[in-house]
């Protein structure tokens, strides 16, 4: 079986502070675990993959993510938030295995303060 | 290049009434999802077809929900008996193989007064 708990569902941090967004996930094989972005009124929007190659994996953005097996995270950080990174992230794990489907976090929230 | 397509973009129902929602991948694209979003939640996944499959229908709410994908290209979302709480923006996504990078829609906004 296979889950992803997305730790908070709001984040606040001031523009040019770092931004740290949560996930944890379990599966029972090797995953393949995903962030995606939604901007209001938008689309949502790859930002970064992991699947068994590097551990550490950039994004667009600027945003980068590091896969811990050892934590079972895949916590979605950036050395500086800008006003334009508000929107809802979204953390998806999905099993090695091209049949299974994919499950995706509940979202958190990114509100960025001037 | 084009990219995940939906239609209508938005729709407005009346309670009870049946609406169908559709959804054009990406060209060659062999997995097709269906997802909601409801209002102030996260994505609710519905339904997921992959090659000729059998669909992983899953995630459907009710037995009033159903879909087809037509040719391995084109998929129809079609809520029978509209309720309320079907009310959300339904996405469509599609990538190349099972377990590979989905690319959305823009989703279609359903009302349900």
């Known amino acids: 079986a296979q889950s992803v708990t997305q730790l908070d569902s709001h984040v606040s941090v001031s523009e040019g502070t770092p931004v740290l967004l949560r996930c944890n996930y379990s599966?029972?094989?090797?995953?393949?675990l995903f962030w995606y972005v939604q901007h209001p009124n938008k689309g949502l929007q790859l930002l970064l993959k992991?699947?068994?190659?590097?551990?550490l994996v950039k994004g667009i953005n600027g945003f980068e993510a590091e896969f811990k097996k050892s934590e079972t995270s895949f916590h979605l950080t950036k050395p500086s938030a800008h006003m334009s990174d508000a929107a809802e992230y979204f953390c998806?794990?999905?099993?090695?295995?091209?049949?299974?489907?994919?499950?995706f976090g509940k979202g958190t929230r990114l509100h960025i303060l001037p | 290049g084009a990219g995940v397509s939906q239609s209508p973009s938005n729709k407005v129902t009346e309670k009870g009434k049946d609406v169908e929602l559709r959804c054009d991948p990406i060209?060659?694209?062999?997995?097709l999802y269906w997802y909601r979003q409801s209002l102030g939640q996260g994505l609710e996944f519905l339904i997921y077809?992959?090659?000729?499959?059998?669909?992983?229908k899953s995630g459907l709410p009710s037995d009033r929900f159903s879909a087809e994908r037509t040719g391995g290209s084109v998929s129809t979302l079609t809520i029978q008996r509209t309720q309320q709480e079907d009310s959300a923006v339904y996405l469509c996504?599609?990538?190349?193989?099972?377990?590979?990078?989905?690319?959305f829609g823009p989703g279609t906004r359903l009302t349900v007064l």
């Open positions: 599966s029972s094989y090797s995953p393949s």
């Open positions: 998806v794990v999905r099993r090695v295995n091209r049949d299974d489907k994919i499950i």
């Open positions: 060209s060659g694209h062999t997995a």
């Open positions: 077809f992959q090659g000729n499959s059998a669909p992983d």
């Open positions: 996504a599609s990538s190349l193989g099972g377990g590979d990078t989905q690319y």
């Open positions: 992991y699947t068994s190659a590097a551990t």
